[in-house]
């Protein structure tokens, strides 16, 4: 009878070891490829979760443009009773959408977004490029903010500081010719009024009643908030202020003389190089919301009659600040 042979153990821990690395092996390519198609995916949702949202926020603020200029087209004052200055709270996409069937599957797919927005009318706000004018200090515009730094109890020094620094920023720009002058840029948003030596604090408190634009404006006396009024007419005080923007809610200033009748400054009117009724430039605020993940958008508009172009446009995942 034959014997036989024993498997040596050393040859079958060797093949033991073999076919777990191998399992091992597998295993690892198994999961870099899961991991692989998991991100290509992820990418991929993103991506197209940011084209949606761009292309509703374009269509968004064509909708803005289009209400500005019909707005426009109507003429009169631009006031808080218009319909551009309504405000649209947080709603589904799908609210926007038709109620039939061929509707339902896109309606299905919005049901998680949220889009709300608001114009805001920026010359109911004291423009910071109005202090330099060609090339030297406007006066009234100084008088104004000096104004309203006192109603705001900030300090005095930071205004006078922003005003030489302004200057010199526009002499700089100005300058054709002989050697540089060395100065700050020109702000272009109010948080860039760093640059002209204010601090964070006193723009934080600034903001709501400062706004920075491309050119000289006037303050539209039918938006501005009782601190502007302030601000803009030196004859007022705040019980006069609050006094007559409860007298515009119900009843709006056409011209600038219903504005000073209904003040009582028929003595010394405010100046009509300084204050109007009617607003060229407008900030438009928008909020998406798509599966959770927030993208804002503002844009400053220009309306030149029915014509409305885009002068500026930022958009961010921050939350935005919210006006008082």
Known sequence: MKKIAAIPIRQTGAALLM????????ATLASAALWQQWRAIEVESAERSRVQSTWILQGALDWARLILAEDG???????????WSIPLEPARLST????????????????SAFLSGQMVDLQSRLNVRNLIVADKVHGPTADAFAR????????????????SQLLRAQQAGSATQGPAIQAPLMPQVVDQLVWVGLSPGTIAQLRPYVTVLPEFTKVNLNTASAIVLRAMVSELDSAGAQQLVQKRDNKPWETLDDFTNAAGLTAKPPSSEMVATQTRFFEVRGTLEL????LHE???????????????RQR?????IQLP
Not at 73 to 83: I, M
Not at 291 to 294: A, M, N, V
Not at 316 to 320: G, H
Request: glycine share 6%.
């Open 291 to 294: 599966d959770g993940q927030p």
């Open 19 to 26: 076919a777990m690395l191998t399992v091992a092996l597998v």
């Open 316 to 320: 961010s995942t921050r939350p935005r």
């Open 96 to 111: 926007f959408l038709a109620a039939d069937r061929s509707d339902a599957l896109l309606a299905d797919q919005s049901s």
């Open 148 to 163: 309203l730094f006192s109603a705001l109890n900030l300090p005095r020094q930071e205004l006078e500081v922003m005003v």
């Open 73 to 83: 087209r109507k003429g009169g004052s631009d006031n808080l009773t218009e319909p």
């Open 298 to 312: 503002i844009a400053t508009m220009q309306r030149d009659g029915q014509r409305v172009k885009i002068v500026r």
